[in-house]
């Protein structure tokens, strides 16, 4: 007869004893609070003729989205800038590679904590020319205090429930034996979260008058947490 392995899994399956009988239990927790940042996406566009003009038209665009976007000072926590391409239009008919026009195309980033400024700045953004906004994509932080809070919740919804259990048998929780937080290896990226989201492109404005701002209304966030708990118990009398 041959004996587990050290390293056999099945060797350490956290059965319980008459003497020290276990509880293995789940505590879940779900919060919806308030988002705490709100990103948007802007693409500016050029086309030209040639090279120069299309290139010189987007810079001019691009300087035009940050120097509005900086306007906000701190409202906007993060600016950045994301792909850049200039890409030669081929004529359709003809021999050679002759080239019809060129088109530039530059995106940014930018993530606000003021949602008040948000609707005015994606406006402004909006009626630019040649111009396209997205989002916004409404998120928490990595940190934030309600990811914790979730976590405290789902310890104590499992200490709870493992305490309903003992109580059923006529005995008590003694000990805890292990606590595993569940998904720790499928984690969900921060970014972008689902929710409401706008879209538009803007070219020329008919008047040049400010369109009126939009009323964004921020999303609520759903956080989740769950736990696995194992306690053992005083033995009951069954």
């Known amino acids: 007869m041959t004996t587990p392995a050290a390293d056999d899994p099945q060797h350490f399956l956290p059965y319980g004893t008459p003497d020290a009988p276990r509880i293995a239990v789940r505590g879940e927790a ?11 996406g802007v693409s500016v566009a050029a086309r030209g003729k ?25 409202a906007v926590e993060r600016l950045e800038t994301g792909a850049f391409s200039i890409t030669p239009q081929l004529k359709e008919k003809g021999r050679g590679e002759r080239v ?6 530059v995106h940014v980033t ?20 040649l111009t396209r906004v997205d989002g916004p994509w409404w998120a928490l932080r990595p940190n934030s205090p ?11 919804e499992a200490v709870q429930r493992a305490r ?22 499928n984690t969900q990226p921060l970014a972008p979260a689902a929710g409401s989201r706008m879209r538009s492109m803007s070219y020329a404005a008919a008047e ?14 759903h ?16």
């Open 223 to 238: 956080v989740y947490a769950q736990v696995n708990a194992r306690f053992t118990m005083a033995p009951p009398k069954l």
């Open 146 to 156: 309600a990811h914790r809070q979730a976590r405290r919740q789902a310890v104590k």
């Open 30 to 40: 779900h919060l919806e609070v308030d988002p705490e940042i709100a990103r948007i």
């Open 208 to 221: 040049d008058t400010a369109a009126a701002p939009l009323d964004l209304e921020p999303q609520r966030q």
């Open 100 to 105: 019809h026009a060129y088109h530039g195309r």
């Open 110 to 129: 930018a993530e606000l904590t003021d949602f008040t400024a948000l609707g005015e700045l994606t406006t402004r953004l909006a009626d630019l020319d």
């Open 50 to 74: 040639d090279r120069r003009t299309a290139l010189d038209d987007l810079t001019r665009r691009n300087a035009t989205v940050l120097d509005l976007i900086k306007t906000y000072g701190d």
């Open 164 to 185: 309903e259990y003992a109580e059923a048998l006529g005995t008590t929780l003694a000990a805890l034996v292990e606590l595993a937080d569940i998904g720790a290896e």
